[in-house]
């Protein structure tokens, strides 16, 4: 092991930019660089400090991530691109979204024989959001290969009617991993054998499935509203039609 040339280092934090010159070593067998003041910090040139990553991961969680900046800047006076504030949020959201794959997944979870809330209520429903697809990873400018296309995210909702909690959750999975999630969330509000299950939503087969699945004969389903009324506004004419051709 033998003295290499220093090099500049330097890292993002809620200070600001930190540089230091770092003192390089090299393994005379292997060959290899070996940087001790980066090992022991657990920091590489051009990255960012854990506090600062939690800053922008809490920001990326209540904002788009255009505006991480923006309130970055305007909390601590600091700078960060929407790309490397994307980055980050996105890699410390993906355990969390893993491990809510997981419990969405599971068979094994019972209902509780206890008697805890008579009723909830459920909601799901799907809208689509746009995606942005690259055709090959291996490619370096993945810009040049960018298509967008349309994607359909799944919401749930569970309410408990005497008490202000109200739990939501969303996936772009499939309609299983939708109702999967739907009884997770009952399962967190406090479902119980004796529980009732009043679903409401716009009528969508998959929906109607899922929660007969799920919930079975303690559920009920409803069509709201606004979506009923849309469905007999359309059927009109037609019925109209009918009717004049038999008066006629």
């Known amino acids: 092991m033998r003295r290499q040339r220093k090099k500049p280092l330097y890292w993002h934090s809620l200070l600001g930019t930190i540089q230091v010159i770092e003192q390089t070593f090299i393994c005379q067998k292997t060959r290899k ?7 022991s910090a657990q920091i590489h040139c051009r990255g960012y400090s854990l506090p600062l990553q939690r800053a922008i991961t809490d920001f990326g969680a209540d904002v788009p991530f255009g505006k991480i900046p923006e ?9 960060v691109s929407i790309s490397s504030a994307q980055f980050i949020t996105q890699k410390h959201a993906r355990p969390e979204l893993s491990s809510a794959v997981k419990l969405s997944q599971k068979s094994v979870e019972k209902i509780s024989d206890k008697d805890k809330i008579e ?18 990873d291996k490619i370096i400018d993945r810009r040049k290969t960018r298509s967008c296309c349309w994607k359909e995210a799944r919401l749930s909702l569970v309410e408990i009617p005497t008490q202000k909690r109200t739990i939501i959750v969303g996936t772009v999975g ?8 739907l009884l997770h969330s009952a399962l967190r509000a406090g479902i119980d054998n004796n529980t009732k299950v009043h679903a409401l939503g716009d009528g969508a087969s998959w929906i109607v499935n899922q929660v007969m699945r799920l919930f079975g004969e303690r559920a009920s389903y409803l069509i709201d509203f606004y979506h009923l009324c849309e469905y007999l506004a359309a059927a009109a004419p037609r019925g109209n039609e009918q009717q004049q051709k038999k008066n006629g």
């Open 119 to 136: 009723q909830i209520i459920a909601e799901m429903d799907g809208t689509m959001i746009p995606i942005v697809k690259t055709t090959d």
């Open 33 to 39: 660089v070996f940087r001790p003041f980066s090992s």
């Open 174 to 181: 499939t309609v299983d991993e939708a109702g999967n999630q």
């Open 71 to 79: 309130k970055l800047k305007e909390h601590y006076g600091i700078t």
